[in-house]
């Protein structure tokens, strides 16, 4: 399924359930997470090409983080029921899904630690 976001519109919200898997095909897309003080992170911009929703999919728990649009985008939307079909009927498309899947983790996971390893040596010098 196809969806066109306009700026500022929300695909899902911090703590809704997450059955679904998003593909921004083009656009930019931000993830806001609301901190215990009620305000606004961002923690993330995406652009063209990139999963979301991947961590409250794969686990089956809430969205731990508000995905909005900050440009007009076009975004692919996986329900799980689709993705289920998907691994029965399509055992080696599912997987290939699953591989870009964990680049993208990987990518994200370098990206984090490179950024906490920047900051200890700011904070430590």
Request: proline share 2%.
């Amino acid at each position: 399924e196809s969806r066109e976001l306009h700026i500022s519109e929300t695909l899902c919200a911090q703590g809704a359930s997450a059955d679904e898997l998003y593909f921004v095909d083009h656009g930019r897309v931000g993830a806001f997470y609301r901190t215990e003080m009620n305000e606004w992170a961002r923690v993330r911009s995406t652009g063209d090409r990139t999963i979301l929703g991947e961590m409250g999919f794969f686990t089956r728990t809430p969205r731990t983080a508000t995905l909005r649009a900050e440009t007009i985008a076009v975004v692919y939307v996986l329900s799980r029921d689709a993705y289920e079909g998907l691994c029965g009927q399509h055992p080696r498309l599912s997987s290939t899904l699953l591989e870009a899947v964990l680049r993208t983790l990987i990518h994200r996971l370098d990206m984090s630690t490179k950024l906490i390893a920047t900051y200890d040596k700011s904070v430590t010098n």
